[in-house]
């Protein structure tokens, strides 16, 4: 439940920063050119990012551990990943693009970021403000949501692995 409810939150953050980028373009109009020049990776700056990249990516894998308790396992699983692969994408994308609409290139942050994407797009308001740190804490809660159900999904993992010999047996004990 805990899991679902911060994948639930963590789209709601992204379409709220696609959606109030979209509406702040309209007034101020883009922050940082977007072409195919600026896009181009440069390999020397872009190298800070490569953790947030990988931290994206962490525990991709681990779904195959619930195997046992799929129908179709063969089915499933691919068809889970490119259906959830293709929406993370689209969703990052569509982010990013949104963020580098209303923050100069130069002034992102990687630890700051949302939170300055989302008072820029809502702030200024009691109620703007209080959606931002609403927004915020939902954040921090999807940070801890993936946490746990990567760390859940090791656990499986490290279980099933012991079932089949491949761990000491101590690994496959359920509470």
């Known amino acids: 439940m805990g899991s679902q ?4 939150l963590k789209v709601i953050i992204f379409l709220t920063i696609i959606a109030g980028a979209i509406n702040y373009t309209q007034d101020h109009g883009m922050a940082n050119p977007i072409t195919w020049t600026t896009l181009k990776p440069d390999w020397g700056s872009s190298l800070q990012y490569i953790p947030a990249i990988i931290y994206g990516m962490l525990g991709f894998e681990l779904v195959s551990a619930g195997s046992d308790e799929m129908n179709d396992p063969a089915r499933d699983v691919p068809r889970a990943i ?3 692969g293709g929406i993370i994408i689209l969703l990052y994308l569509f982010g990013t693009i949104a963020v580098l609409a209303a923050i ?3 002034d992102i942050n990687l630890v700051e970021i949302l939170v300055d994407t ?3 797009f809502l702030g ?7 959606l931002v740190v609403v927004l915020g804490v939902a954040a921090l809660y999807t940070f801890f949501s993936n946490g746990v159900t990567w ?3 090791c656990n499986r993992a490290a279980a099933e692995a012991a079932l089949e010999g491949e761990l000491p047996r101590i690994f496959a004990i359920e509470s």
């Open 5 to 8: 409810l911060g994948a639930v």
């Open 82 to 84: 490119f259906i959830s």
């Open 104 to 106: 100069p290139a130069g």
């Open 118 to 120: 989302l008072a820029l």
């Open 124 to 130: 200024g308001t009691a109620a703007g403000d209080m």
């Open 151 to 153: 760390a859940l999904g």
